[in-house]
């Protein structure tokens, strides 16, 4: 089952900017968002339906806002020793 912006129903219904098809992993608190995004919503940085407020200039926090809870992939290898 999913809500009605895509995101499964049990999960945060923030959506990352990222290429806007990563939400947050993290589990409901309240509103449809877990407890990062929902008290963010509450400084209205995040929208009713779960995208970043375009009035949110602080490039700091729609940093922390977008990547809270998306697994970032690990730096590929670049030693020019290791073949």
């Not at 990352?16 to 449809?32: A, K, T, W």
């Given at each position: 089952?999913?809500?009605?912006?895509?995101?499964?129903?049990?999960?945060?219904?923030?959506?990352?900017?990222?290429?806007?098809?990563?939400?947050?992993?993290?589990?409901?608190?309240?509103?449809?968002?877990?407890?990062?995004?929902?008290?963010?919503?509450l400084?209205?940085?995040?929208?009713?339906?779960?995208?970043?407020?375009?009035?949110?200039?602080?490039?700091?926090?729609?940093?922390?806002?977008?990547?809270?809870?998306?697994?970032?992939?690990?730096?590929?290898?670049?030693d020019?020793?290791?073949?």
């Amino acid at each position: 089952m999913t809500s009605e912006n895509g995101a499964p129903a049990d999960r945060c219904r923030f959506l990352s900017s990222l290429g806007g098809v990563h939400h947050c992993p993290d589990p409901v608190y309240r509103e449809g968002f877990c407890h990062f995004h929902f008290e963010a919503f509450l400084r209205e940085e995040v929208l009713a339906n779960g995208q970043l407020s375009e009035r949110l200039t602080d490039q700091h926090r729609r940093r922390a806002l977008n990547y809270h809870g998306i697994p970032l992939e690990p730096a590929p290898n670049h030693d020019p020793f290791h073949r």
